[in-house]
């Protein structure tokens, strides 16, 4: 039997959660269905504690709801919803970027251009998960590189909310443009007018992001 808190446990929870997570990212489960702990622990052939304990951890990553004790929902995201993750974004982001372009190395540079070419191939791929899982690796990267353990465990359970964003752009074409740079931004090694340009980025794709979800600006 396994134990609860053991590694395999945790990996068992997590698969679950990742899976469960890009399901309601690519729009598989919609809002309003229902989870069911037993009916997933017999898809996932394991007992039902990790698949709670996944469901607890999208509860707090805000892609499900208990609407009971014995109703749990995949969420709909509300207008706050995601005003709010982006005021979150705002702060953050903008200083991991300072960050980033302070600390960036030429091998750090390397990969971050590598991630946009992986974004560039998923933009012409036309595929919308696979853009939004690599323009979300691109920013994830930039946080990496700020190498701020408070301000990354303070994002990472944006990540996924991220990606679902990213998913409901429908001119991925204009996010590449301006990853392009936001690159350039931080490899210029000016940390201030890197800020400055994330700032502006986070709040053009809020707009973008609130007129194509609600039909109305940002402001």
């Given at each position: 039997?396994?134990?609860?808190?053991?590694?395999?446990?945790?990996?068992?929870?997590?698969?679950?959660?990742?899976?469960?997570?890009?399901?309601?990212?690519?729009g598989?489960?919609?809002?309003?269905?229902?989870?069911?702990?037993?009916?997933?622990?017999?898809?996932?052939?394991?007992?039902?504690?990790?698949?709670?304990?996944?469901?607890?951890?999208?509860?707090?990553?805000?892609?499900?709801?208990?609407?009971s004790p014995r109703?749990?929902v995949?969420?709909?995201?509300?207008?706050?919803?995601?005003?709010?993750?982006?005021?979150?974004?705002?702060?953050?982001?903008?200083?991991?970027?300072?960050?980033?372009?302070?600390?960036?190395?030429?091998?750090?540079?390397?990969?971050?251009?590598?991630?946009?070419?992986?974004?560039?191939?998923?933009?012409?791929?036309?595929?919308?998960?696979?853009?939004?899982?690599?323009?979300?690796?691109?920013?994830?990267?930039?946080?990496?590189?700020?190498?701020?353990?408070?301000?990354?465990?303070?994002?990472?359970?944006?990540?996924?909310?991220?990606?679902?964003?990213?998913?409901?752009?429908?001119?991925?074409?204009?996010?590449?443009?301006?990853?392009?740079?936001?690159?350039?931004?931080?490899?210029?090694?000016?940390?201030?007018?890197?800020?400055a340009?994330?700032?502006?980025?986070?709040?053009?794709?809020?707009?973008?992001?609130?007129?194509?979800?609600?039909?109305?600006?940002?402001?």
């Amino acid at each position: 039997m396994i134990n609860p808190g053991s590694s395999t446990w945790t990996r068992l929870r997590d698969e679950v959660c990742e899976e469960l997570r890009d399901r309601i990212i690519a729009g598989h489960l919609r809002p309003g269905h229902r989870l069911l702990e037993r009916d997933l622990a017999e898809e996932f052939e394991m007992s039902r504690v990790p698949v709670r304990e996944a469901i607890q951890v999208l509860t707090l990553e805000g892609f499900v709801e208990a609407l009971s004790p014995r109703r749990i929902v995949v969420k709909q995201v509300s207008r706050r919803d995601v005003e709010e993750l982006f005021s979150v974004r705002e702060a953050l982001e903008v200083q991991a970027t300072r960050e980033a372009t302070r600390r960036a190395r030429p091998p750090d540079l390397r990969e971050l251009e590598r991630l946009l070419g992986q974004a560039e191939r998923a933009t012409l791929s036309g595929k919308p998960e696979r853009i939004s899982r690599a323009n979300a690796a691109f920013h994830q990267h930039i946080v990496t590189l700020a190498d701020n353990r408070l301000l990354a465990s303070l994002l990472q359970p944006l990540e996924g909310r991220l990606r679902w964003l990213f998913q409901q752009i429908n001119d991925p074409d204009q996010l590449l443009d301006e990853h392009r740079e936001l690159y350039q931004a931080i490899a210029s090694g000016d940390p201030e007018a890197a800020a400055a340009f994330a700032l502006g980025h986070v709040r053009r794709y809020r707009e973008i992001a609130m007129r194509l979800l609600y039909g109305e600006s940002a402001e």
